[in-house]
């Protein structure tokens, strides 16, 4: 697993439960360090270790835990370039759906080694999608989830979105778009702020 | 036959960073976003060139002229307060021209003194996915960044670690051979204090290991607190110290550092109940005593003034003198460190 995907596993859960919690969790790991570097390679395994600890150590289920972790990439403070990343997505909600099939390639041409599972968007009706998750990375999907809520709020936008279900090959999120211009949303400008 | 006509809407949908000017160079029309470059102010019916500065070609006097570098690259600036570099292309259109431009490696700088966004730029343009690759590559610096300065770290804590007794945070032998090494190589005055604990094997027999490690700590510290800063304190066997005293040889001096050291070191040390008494021997020699100092040399001279002060009663100090060489050094200091008869531990 990638270093940056461990490294926003763990920061997600400093920034949310603080150092003691993190700390406990990678004690329990038994890992033989205390903190992922993001540009290193890690074992899957260790990553799934560290979820399932997190879950158990905050009496959560690791569905909910990954959601508000897709949360946060998108609304943390910490996390915000990610979050002007994925903006650079689309100019409103629907192209930033859209943009999700793009997603994988965009991480790749950033960090040429950064693995995500595959996405594919489709739009059985107007305002109504389904966004397929490769299943490479089981609770992926979950990560979405949180992902794509966090960034309807980022543009303005009101829509339900759930996590329909798994199969073999995918894990599948419908979205519904009620309204595309709900609310007015964060701002986003192209230039970054200075410093 | 293609129909070749285009809307003014439909080039400005097209290339929104178009000029379009007349046949004596006066600009006609100008896409959205050249006009919000202009900020405000219309730039229909000024000169192109007191618009745009021209540099690439440079000498073109009119719009025929201009014409002569149709479809090849040119390179302009804007006459405003950001100066921004455009690159540029020019096709004849009518009776006069058009010129479409871009940002080139000025667009992160343009994106933020013009306040563009996703709609000043052609659908088809790749200005969005370059900002994303600008933005995306610096953050993965960053991160690539902060790995390497903590790498940088954790080396610099491993050589730390290194050359320190861990048990007492002073230098270690390695250090101290390589701290000789650079002073010599320096050709930097300097004493080689050696001093050895007296009477500390026996608190090692009698209250135990974790009160040698007590009492080595805080003889660690005496030596700190009664040396600079610049000078090396190292510990170098069981309770055998060395002090380098940077840049310093006159006799006095030194035997008043030793002085105030093995006082220090006479005081009780309390531990779980118990006073340690100790004290310590010393023996000194001096770079500038050799023509040719050599590190093996000066730590073995100051071993054989430390030996002479065991012999004559420890608790003292001895600076080096060829004298000593000429006396038998070798025979009484085999029981270093044992057992001292006044050696004695009361209970408080």
């Known amino acids: 697993m990638h270093g940056l995907i461990n490294r926003a596993i763990q920061c997600f859960l400093r920034d949310t439960y603080g150092d003691d919690v993190w700390d406990k969790i990678m004690q329990q790991a038994d890992l033989g360090y205390s903190s992922f570097e993001s540009m290193l390679i890690y074992e899957e395994s260790v990553t799934f270790r560290v979820l399932e600890l997190a879950a158990q150590a905050l009496r959560k289920s690791p569905d909910d835990l990954l959601e508000d972790l897709g949360t946060y990439l998108v609304s943390h403070d910490n996390v915000e370039a990610l979050r002007r990343l994925l903006r650079f997505g689309g100019v409103d909600f629907v192209e930033f759906l859209h943009s999700l099939n793009d997603l994988p390639d965009r991480a790749r041409l950033a960090v040429p080694d950064l693995f995500l599972p595959e996405l594919t968007l489709e739009e059985p009706n107007e305002g109504e999608f389904r966004l397929r998750c490769a299943a490479h990375y089981p609770g992926f999907g979950h990560v979405m989830v949180g992902v794509i809520r966090a960034m309807a709020d980022d543009y303005g936008a009101l829509a339900f979105t759930d996590y329909v279900g798994a199969d073999a090959e995918d894990e599948v999120i419908s979205i519904m778009l009620l309204q595309e211009d709900f609310a007015a949303g964060r701002s986003f400008e192209l230039a970054q702020k200075a410093g | ?348």
């Open chain 2, 1 to 348: 036959m293609l129909d070749q006509t285009l809307s003014a809407g439909g080039l400005d949908v097209l290339c929104p960073m178009h000029v379009a000017i007349d046949a004596q160079g006066r600009i006609k029309h100008v896409g959205p976003t050249v006009s919000k470059l202009a900020q405000g102010h219309s730039m229909i019916g000024d000169r192109f060139c007191n618009a745009f500065d021209l540099i690439r070609p440079s000498g073109v006097r009119d719009v025929a002229d201009l014409l002569s570098y149709s479809g090849r690259s040119l390179q302009l600036r804007m006459r405003d307060r950001h100066q921004t570099r455009l690159k540029g292309v020019v096709v004849p259109q009518g009776d006069g021209a058009l010129i479409n431009m871009s940002f080139g490696f000025s667009l992160v700088d343009a994106v933020g003194h013009y306040a563009l966004t996703s709609a000043d730029f052609a659908a088809t343009d790749l200005t969005i996915e370059m900002l994303y690759l600008v933005e995306a590559k610096s953050a993965a610096m960053d991160e690539s960044r902060a790995l390497n300065s903590r790498l940088q770290g954790a080396k610099i804590a491993a050589e730390e670690q290194a050359f320190t007794d861990t048990l007492t945070g002073l230098k270690n032998r390695r250090a101290l051979d390589h701290v000789m090494g650079r002073l010599i190589a320096m050709r930097e005055l300097f004493s080689c204090m050696h001093v050895d604990l007296d009477y500390f094997k026996s608190i090692n027999d009698t209250l135990g290991h974790a009160a040698g490690d007590h009492v080595l700590q805080v003889v660690a510290q005496v030596l700190v607190s009664e040396t600079r800063a610049q000078d090396t304190i190292a510990r170098v066997g069981g309770d055998e110290f060395v002090i380098l005293v940077h840049g310093m040889d006159d006799p006095e001096t030194l035997n008043a550092i030793a002085r105030r050291i093995i006082d220090k070191l006479e005081d009780p040390i309390p531990f779980e109940g118990h006073f340690c008494r100790i004290s310590g021997s010393a023996g000194t020699s001096c770079s500038s005593s050799y023509a040719a100092p050599e590190a093996d040399t000066i730590l073995h001279h100051a071993d054989v003034a430390l030996y002479a002060s065991k012999n004559a009663g420890r608790g003292r100090h001895t600076l080096f003198s060829d004298a000593l060489l000429r006396l038998d050094t070798t025979q009484p200091t085999g029981d270093r460190g044992a057992a001292h008869p006044e050696a004695d531990f009361t209970r408080f």
